[in-house]
């Protein structure tokens, strides 16, 4: 809504802060029941962000899929990312049903929703009239090493060299923490 005013975007910002805070204060409560804080802190983000990465992922390699698909396997990764967190956080109780009963641990819940949410966006895609090819034109990759070509937009702002310079910081962490 690129319309919307400013003084109830302000009002909109002031109402998700204040629940962001609420929400936080509700779950910092929590942390006691987990093995560990990185643990804690990582299992929120494992249950959606499996979704949003297959749909940018699939969005960027494959002209065929559609916004259908997308808004389906997004769908899917919310339902079933708050079915695993309502099954697996022991909010009540001290059960973690997925994690310890099935022995499978959070991280790799990532994966299989990840892996999910691909089907769940080809099948729908699938199923659904392709976008019409002017819509797509210049927004998907051919080949994944599309990336790297093309002229230099500057020297440090550019994404290519930022990556690379974030690719040889995770290098040396390695290397130094291994």
């Not at 804080?37 to 297959?54: V, Y």
């Not at 059960?95 to 990532?110: D, N, S, T, W």
Request: net charge positive; aromatic share 10%.
């Amino acid at each position: 809504r690129p319309n919307t005013p400013d003084r109830q975007l302000v009002t909109i910002g002031r109402i998700t802060a204040g629940v962001v805070v609420v929400l936080a204060m509700l779950w910092s409560t929590q942390g006691g029941k987990f093995g560990s804080i990185f643990e804690a802190i990582n299992k929120i983000p494992m249950a959606f962000a499996p979704g949003i990465t297959a749909i940018f992922l699939w969005g960027i390699f494959w002209k065929r899929g559609n916004n259908q698909g997308a808004l389906a396997a997004m769908i899917f990764n919310v339902v079933v990312g708050l079915i695993y967190l309502a099954i697996d956080i022991p909010l009540i109780g001290e059960k973690q049903l997925i994690a310890k009963e099935l022995g499978i641990p959070f991280m790799q819940v990532g994966w299989y929703l990840f892996i999910l949410s691909s089907i769940v966006y080809f099948v729908v895609s699938l199923c659904t009239p392709a976008p019409a090819p002017e819509k797509v034109e210049g927004l998907c990759w051919t080949r994944p090493l599309d990336a790297l070509r093309g002229k230099m937009e500057g020297t440090l702002t550019d994404p290519r060299v930022m990556a690379g310079i974030l690719f040889a910081i995770m290098v040396v962490l390695y290397i130094i923490l291994h």
